[in-house]
């Protein structure tokens, strides 16, 4: 079956500028994860959510970080004002009901800020 | 706060060689276990999980980690490693603590393996 999707596969943008990044999940996994990976950081959580609700926000690194969910599926994390430190590679991950369960990783974006 | 630490960064091994990285987690409480492969060019993939039970658990391609929760371990394992086994290895945990399920992750062992 389809596995968890995300676009673009790559995104350059210049500094300041707005971005957003999309994931579709697997069809059917209420949980929903962005995480990031960059060099000196590894892997880090930023967002989860459980249906279109996001009750840990807690990796955020910024107020120009924002993530939401509709209908249960697709998700947007969107940068405002970037800056170079958010170069990195961001992950979308989903998992069936149970949290704590096996997450399943689509392939990234590649983000760089130049 | 909760971590993982993996001991290795960089591992080289020869075909056929054995292969032991090392994961250690910080919680006291109940924890879900995982290793994840990046295989270069391609996303995250499970390697093995550990929820419960036997605390040898066995995954794809040949590798096997065991839970020592004594030690707060949880130790990948692979008797003989191919070419193809060159990736870069996660160890990951999910604790009970808020009850979100996100993974936190080790920084990672890349392992190169000479053919």
């Known amino acids: 079956g389809a596995g968890v999707s995300q676009s673009p596969s790559n995104k350059v943008t210049e500094k300041g500028k707005d971005v957003e990044l999309r994931c579709d999940p697997i069809s059917g996994h209420t949980a929903l994860y962005w995480y990031r990976q960059s060099l000196g950081q590894g892997l880090e959580f930023l967002i989860y959510?459980?249906?279109?609700?996001?009750?840990?926000k807690s990796g955020l690194p910024s107020d120009r970080f924002s993530a939401e969910r509709t209908g249960g599926s697709v998700s947007t994390l969107t940068i405002q004002r970037t800056q170079q430190e958010d170069s990195a590679v961001y992950l979308c991950a989903s998992s069936p009901a149970r949290p704590g369960g096996e997450q399943y990783f689509g392939p990234g974006t590649r983000l760089t800020v130049t | 706060a909760q971590s993982v630490s993996q001991h290795n960064h960089h591992v080289i091994l020869s075909e056929a060689a054995s292969l032991e990285l090392g994961c250690n987690y910080s919680y006291g409480g109940t924890v879900n276990l995982f290793w994840y492969v990046q295989y270069p060019g391609q996303h995250l993939q499970l390697l093995l999980k550990?929820?419960?039970?036997?605390?040898l658990v066995k995954g794809i391609k040949g590798f096997e980690a065991e839970f020592i929760k004594s030690k707060f371990s949880f130790n990948l394992r692979k008797p003989s490693v191919q070419w193809s086994d060159t990736a870069e290895y996660f160890c990951?945990?999910?604790?009970?603590?808020?009850?979100?399920?996100?993974?936190?992750f080790g920084q990672g062992t890349t392992l190169q393996v000479k053919p």
């Open positions: 959510f459980q249906g279109n609700s996001a009750p840990d």
């Open positions: 550990y929820f419960s039970g036997d605390p």
């Open positions: 990951a945990v999910t604790t009970s603590s808020g009850n979100t399920g996100k993974l936190i």
